[in-house]
């Protein structure tokens, strides 16, 4: 609620009063200046938990995460920190000491800006995978000067302030396609003081707020790969015109699917209603639930209805809001839809070149068919150390294909072969 003085000669229309409860007492101390008091209630609001989805688009389904190459100290903690997260929410994590070994036994070099075809390489050994890579620029906590800060009654306040910095770039690599997936900053700057009138008290610890920067740059990073949710003041209308007060009391409650129902009922209710701010505040409510059910096309129909039979700054905001949330749902929708179409596109590829491969596979029937085609030992002997093969060579084989006239000279290449 604000209290403010205003001229006597400014008039507000009683409906803008009745709906926002305003209310004029005249001010005997200073009637004769011709001013009055008027008290404005806002928009009422209400504590609603919104879920989101992981803002990165990335699907972790059936797939593992292994962590880059990284030092230790402050970027380990962040790393342990996040592995710790992934393993809680059922995500298989590459242990380190086995990927080290298939780097060290494959000779893989391992950055940011890690080769495509390695990544592709590693990821046919390790099977659906991403692969992280963290790279710290700034993590400390600093002490500044003291500050000193005047007071309307008593001493000056004297501040000890300390401050912590982190900073980390975050990047996730496809092993399947190679593709860089996601270029992501974590950045947190929390400060503390120490207060008091009576002398420099001392300043906060550092190493305490070095960890309150690290988890909330991990919680940042979270939401890239994780739902998450938030508890956020909500404004909606609780007026008795149109049952709204019915909508807003279930909204308390947290039960959104219900909240939308009933303010689509309020909706129709107050179609009957004379006065367009009412048919407003119930078209708000409406885009509000909408909003809160992530049904964003909805929400602005709704919204933009409430706005064309009584304009306000607060439903402009909500509109804006909501065509912001719209576009970010809209890109992470995009961006898992590349992902999932470029993941397609690559295994049709490597589809067709084992098919490819497969097709021009030497066998033990087309050894038999080159020699029963006529073609000599010599020939035959080079063709099989130039093409790939897959021959079956145990002894009942080997006496078919004696059988069959293949020269010792080509059995003996085959045998060489495996």
Known sequence: MKIR?????????????????????????????????QIVHHRPTVPVTIHHPPTAGVTLDGKKVAFGPMPSGCPQQF????????????????????LDTILAEHHFQLSAAVDPSTAVALGKILGPSLMVFIT????????????????????????????AHFLASVHVVDLATGRELIVQTAKADPHRDNTSQTGMPEYPGEYELQDVAVKAAIAQTQR??????????????????????????????GDAAEVLKISQANVDLCKSDPKPA???????NLGVSYLLVNDYDQALTALMQAERLHGDPAIVETISETRRAKAAAEASAKHE?????????????????????????LTNDYIVKLVKGGLPADIIVKTIAAQPAKFSLLPDDLIMLKQSGVPDSVIAAMLDKR
């Not at 009412?278 to 708000?284: I, M, P, R, V």
């Open 278 to 284: 009412h048919q407003s505040d119930a078209w708000y």
């Open 136 to 163: 710290v620029s700034r993590c400390d906590a600093v002490k500044r000067e003291p500050l000193r800060q005047d007071q309307a009654i008593g001493a000056p306040m004297n501040i000890s302030r300390t401050e």
């Open 79 to 98: 790393a342990d920190s996040l592995m710790q997260e992934f393993v809680r929410r059922g995500v298989t994590v590459v242990n380190r000491a086995e």
């Open 5 to 37: 003085r205003v001229q006597a000669a400014a008039r507000y229309p009683r409906e803008l009063c009745v709906r926002y409860a305003c209310f004029a007492l005249l001010a005997a101390a200073t009637s004769a200046q011709g001013q009055f008091i």
């Open 224 to 253: 890239l790969f994780f739902p998450w949710s938030e508890t956020r003041e909500v404004s909606f209308m609780n007026g008795k015109e149109c049952n709204l007060r019915q909508a807003y009391d279930v909204l308390r409650t």
């Open 337 to 361: 839809d590349t992902a999932a179409s470029d993941r397609a596109a690559d295994a049709a590829k490597e589809r067709a070149r084992e098919a490819a491969t497969t097709k021009a596979m």
